[in-house]
């Protein structure tokens, strides 16, 4: 039995880890921030899958046999050729879970007009995956991305408030409301958006619903964890927390006190 894997590029995976620990808090759970690597949101394809799988590597030697990629670059861009190509070689039961199956395959539930917008990264933006797995759930409905590149920098910085915040996410938000009058769902398609969330709720009109990853990982999780027991009997149960970076230690408590809402302890880890 081992913990289970929460693995992100940097700080933004822990206000989904946050959630699943909530959500479900009698698991043991090891969290890996790439902080020495970030961002992953501009690098090509196969930088990212590289840097992601060397992580799941890393998670999968500590004893974690199911890893959540809490990062939507890595699951736009280093998910599917990890689950299909990599995965069927380990000698026992390994699975990799992301972050945009979760948000897209519900989707559908919460628009009425059928026309839903995407907040999120570049890389995310360019990787096509919420259009893709939004249309494989739900054909009738269209989607519309726009990407925020400053929003991540604006977050790592703590420049959470107007004037200069506000600029940039009023900026991209009317750059996404432009593409269609008809959105009434806005997704936030990267796990550093949920600290902005005070600002973009100033730009975007009351009537169209915010969907934040979060929550809907952790259901997804738990959902997931039912289904397959062969997995949930293989996670230890000792409610075990464990924190790493492979940037400096001291650094990544500072930060991620503002992104986990309580403070941590983390350890140094050289891949």
């Known amino acids: 039995m081992g913990a289970i894997g929460i693995f992100d590029s940097g700080y ?23 902080n020495a690597r970030v961002p992953y949101g501009t690098r090509s394809f196969e930088t990212v899958y590289t840097y992601t799988k060397e992580c799941v590597d890393k998670l999968f030697a500590m004893g974690c ?8 670059t890595a699951s736009a861009k280093a998910l599917r050729t990890i689950q299909q190509r990599d ?7 390994r699975k990799v879970l992301g972050v945009i199956r979760p948000t897209t395959e519900v989707v559908g539930r919460y628009t009425r007009t ?3 917008g995407v907040l999120a990264t570049l890389g995310t933006v360019k990787s096509a995956s919420y259009p893709i797995e939004i249309h494989n759930f739900f054909p009738d409905v269209a989607v519309y991305q726009q990407a925020c590149p400053l929003w991540v920098p604006l977050v790592e910085n703590n420049e959470l408030d107007p004037p200069a915040a506000g600029y940039f996410v009023e900026r991209d938000i009317n750059r996404l409301l432009q593409q269609s009058p008809h959105i009434d769902t ?14 973009i709720k100033q730009f975007i009109p009351a009537h169209i619903q915010i969907l934040s ?16 027991p062969e997995v949930e009997s293989l996670c ?26 309580q403070a941590i302890k983390a350890t140094e880890l050289k891949l």
């Open 12 to 34: 933004g995976g822990l206000t989904v880890f946050r959630e699943i620990v909530d959500k479900l808090p009698q698991y043991d759970y090891v969290y890996l921030g790439d």
């Open 65 to 72: 046999h199911l890893v959540v990629l809490a990062c939507n």
């Open 87 to 93: 995965l069927p070689h380990y000698p026992d039961l």
């Open 114 to 116: 059928r026309h839903v």
């Open 186 to 199: 806005v997704i936030l398609g990267c796990t550093h958006y949920p600290l902005l969330l005070p600002l």
């Open 213 to 228: 990853q979060g929550e809907l990982v952790a259901n997804s999780l738990a959902n997931y964890l039912d289904r397959h």
């Open 236 to 261: 230890a149960k000792e409610r075990k927390i464990r924190f790493f970076t492979t940037d400096n230690a001291l650094d990544f408590e500072e930060k991620a006190f503002r992104f986990y809402g």
